[in-house]
């Protein structure tokens, strides 16, 4: 979608509305970039180019990195993380919200092809540039509604009781973005592991998750 | 346990013996500092300062960085993959693997305390410096085992027929070296999410696995 736009505006400030557009592209190539190559391996000439305009463009809009990054968890993490998490509230039960999850977290990917990788670099690894950006943001509301409903069906003894509820999070995130983060790498492969789909991946993760998380599986189990 | 190791060895040559401890020493150090900081943010300078020996010796052991990344796959991350993957054949039940796979995660993180943040930087992420080099290690056999297994269980009709057997390899990683790797990360959230311990999460990952791939839980479970 990027790479399309051509066209370059190297005098002067951009207009207001070719200005709102312009900055939006920035974030948008700023993304892919980091996506693929990580945020320490892009510089923001590499940004510019990837946008189309010139490196003075990405100055006059985040002034710098560190306010590029700003924008980035404000402007584009945390509308995707609402529109993921906010139905959460809607739900006390656990097999619904999960699926509901799981289908948005593949929504959510599909048209921000970046997230996977962006999610494994910049959040789950140690460094990672985003971590605490993201931690600012407040989301963890939904986390406890999460949470403190997996409890509650766990002290009605509908699941198992083996499952720890501060680690559903995990558990949505290990087989939603974690896969979807590292599909590209079964390509190197042996031929058996090979060609694994987004669609496969979401229908495991549904059904991986809502097995492990429905009514009366925990009583039969024992070690 | 290398903090420890404070004498130092600055002229000549090691004598044999203390050359293979000393060699076994410098492995242990790098692969501590890969494991807090990353390969890219590691200077061999750092690795000889942690080992407590010079620069030099890291040069006469193993020459350059390539060297040494490509004896830590051969001598450190395949022994563990082997120890963690072999007992694997001796099964043909998808249960019984699965629980004797989490819980030789468990135990070679306990050892390797470097393993789950060194997987997801160097391993799991894009430009890793270790994926290729484990890739070249002899370990799909365990895996195709693994998912031949699943298959069967799932052709048999004991096994959720929406699972997918090439995806339960990175169910298990997202379910243990996922947590564990990012497990420093909850001290960071609000106090509903703290305090996870390497027992829950090894019995968290457990029971999810095994509830998911048990016997009969796919026919009652429709969209």
């Not at 996506?35 to 000439?45: K, S, V």
């Not at 980035?72 to 993490?77: N, Q």
Request: proline share 5%; with cysteine; charged share 20%.
């Amino acid at each position: 979608m990027c790479s399309t736009r051509t066209a370059r505006r190297s005098i002067g400030r951009p207009r207001p509305v070719a200005g709102i557009a312009l900055r939006e592209l920035l974030l948008d190539a700023a993304l892919t970039l980091f996506g693929e190559q990580g945020i320490a391996g892009t510089t923001l000439a590499e940004i510019a180019s990837r946008a189309g305009v010139t490196p003075a463009m990405v100055h006059y809009y985040f002034k710098n990195r560190n306010r590029l990054l700003d924008a980035i968890a404000r402007e584009r993490l945390l509308p995707i993380l609402t529109s993921v998490w906010s139905p959460v509230l809607e739900s006390t039960e656990v097999v619904p919200m999960l699926r509901g999850l799981v289908q948005r977290i593949f929504k959510a990917t599909e048209v921000n092809a970046w997230l996977p990788s962006l999610w494994l670099r910049e959040i789950a690894s140690e460094g990672g540039q985003l971590r605490t950006r993201l931690f600012k943001l407040a989301f963890f509301d939904y986390v406890r509604h999460l949470i403190s409903t997996v409890t509650a069906a766990q002290r009605r003894g509908e699941i198992n009781p083996e499952l720890e509820p501060r680690l559903v999070l995990i558990s949505v995130i290990g087989n939603t973005l974690l896969p979807l983060a590292t599909v590209g790498m079964w390509q190197q492969l042996p031929a058996v592991l090979q060609g694994v789909t987004r669609e496969q991946i979401a229908r495991h993760a549904e059904a991986l998750l809502v097995s492990a998380f429905s009514k009366n599986l925990g009583s039969a189990r024992g070690r």
